[in-house]
Every structure is written in C-alpha cells, then in structure tokens.
C-alpha cells in the first residue's frame, strides 16, 4: 500500500465536542441525553438521502431531525430554540486531545486536511470557531459532490482535492460507519474510540483504533513515518 501522506479528520465527535450542545436539549426537551438521539436521526437522514439519491443540504437534515425527535417526544418546538441549536452547532469547541495531537502531526511530514458531513461554510465557520482552521490545508465538505460519507464518492473527491490517490490518504474519526466508508474507498482509517462510539466488530478493521486522539496519533506517527 502506498505511503499514508494526508490525514483526512472527521469534524463532528471526532475534532468537535457536541457536549454543548446538551443545555440546548435540556430547555427543549428536559434531558441533555436527547442530543444522541437527535444525531441518530440525523445520521439516518443522511444516510437515507445518500442511498436513494435525493441530496438534501446538511443544515436541513439537522433541522429535519430536530423536529422528528420532538414529534417522537409530543413536544412542539418554537423556532427560536431551533435557531438556537443550529447557530450552537457553529460554534462547538475541540476536544481538549485535539490540539496537542495535531501539532504532534504537523512536526511529521503528513499533511492535514478535514472531510466533513457539513457544508462548506459551516465547516470553515466551526474550523475558526474551535481555532483549528490553522493547522489544515483544507476543510473539504461533501455537500461538493451531493453524496454524504460514507458514501465512496466522499473520500474519492477528498482525494481528487488534495492530488493523492484514496490510498495515500487516513482518515481519522469516532464514527464506525465513516472509517468502512473511507476502508470501502481505498483509504486507509483510524478509529477514536470517543464516550459512546464503537466499531462493528463484523466489519473491516482499521489497522489503528485509539482510546483518544493522542492516542491515535501515537499509532500513526509511528506506522506511517
């Protein structure tokens, strides 16, 4: 297999903590814990567009997602407390191993890009946000090819923007069906095992699975310097 010259980072769980998001759900619903379930629904919707072809933009699905949770729940939702949480995703913080982890990859020879569920703009805008816009090339949405991960056409035009094949790229992220979309592809993978997030044990393993970024990224510098 080619030598590994991109690290391609997942956005949502993997760089950002969605933690923040739980005092928004309390005042919606009265538990902080419904924020996993709306980010399941979420990732059903996504994955519906995907498979059936009828492309709808990411901020929309979260929206969508929202108001079928809270219908599932008899709960009716104003449309301050939705713009709230949407304008909240924005503006998600790093987990506290992020940083330290990506200068431990930027002394190494690798370069740094992100491929993210979101549009482009929300991406850049939480990139900023969280102050790791620095440490990228690029911040590559799937909204450019209308064909959510882990959909192959994803990492392939990841690939294509950053001028490697999908073999020259890992991808890290807490999230099992991204890593055997980008493994489907031809990327390699990194799995972070962040609170709550585990592989398919049936599935294709990556070769590297982490209990924390820093974690990872150890494995990393190791395998592929």
């Known amino acids: 297999m080619s030598q590994t010259k991109v690290i391609l980072f997942n956005a949502n769980e993997t760089l950002l903590d969605l933690v923040v998001l739980d005092p928004h759900?309390?005042?919606?619903?009265g538990d902080p814990a419904v924020r996993t379930v709306w980010f399941q629904q979420l990732l059903q919707l996504f994955l519906t567009a995907t498979i059936i072809d009828e492309y709808v933009p990411f901020p929309v699905l979260a929206e969508s997602a929202l108001v079928m949770v809270a219908a599932s729940r008899g709960v009716e939702l104003d449309d301050q407390h939705k713009a709230a949480m949407l304008?909240?995703?924005?503006?998600?913080?790093?987990?506290?191993?992020?940083?330290?982890?990506?200068?431990l990859l930027r002394a190494t020879s690798h370069r740094l890009a992100v491929l993210t569920n979101s549009t482009a703009t929300s991406a850049a805008a939480q990139m900023t946000h969280a102050g790791l816009d620095g440490y990228f090339e690029a911040v590559l949405s799937a909204d450019a090819v209308q064909r959510y991960k882990p959909a192959r056409e994803a990492y392939l035009y990841a690939a294509h923007q950053l001028a490697v094949e999908p073999s020259e790229i890992r991808l890290i992220a807490a999230h099992g069906w991204d890593v055997a979309g980008a493994l489907a592809a031809g990327?390699?993978?990194?799995?972070?095992?962040?609170?709550?997030k585990a592989l398919n044990p049936r599935g294709k393993q990556p070769d590297i699975i982490g209990t924390g970024m820093h974690d990872v990224v150890s494995q990393i510098i190791q395998h592929d310097v």
């Open 87 to 103: 304008q909240a995703m924005l503006a998600l913080p790093a987990h506290p191993d992020v940083r330290p982890a990506l200068k």
């Open 25 to 29: 759900f309390t005042r919606m619903f």
């Open 187 to 196: 990327c390699r993978a990194a799995f972070v095992g962040r609170k709550g």
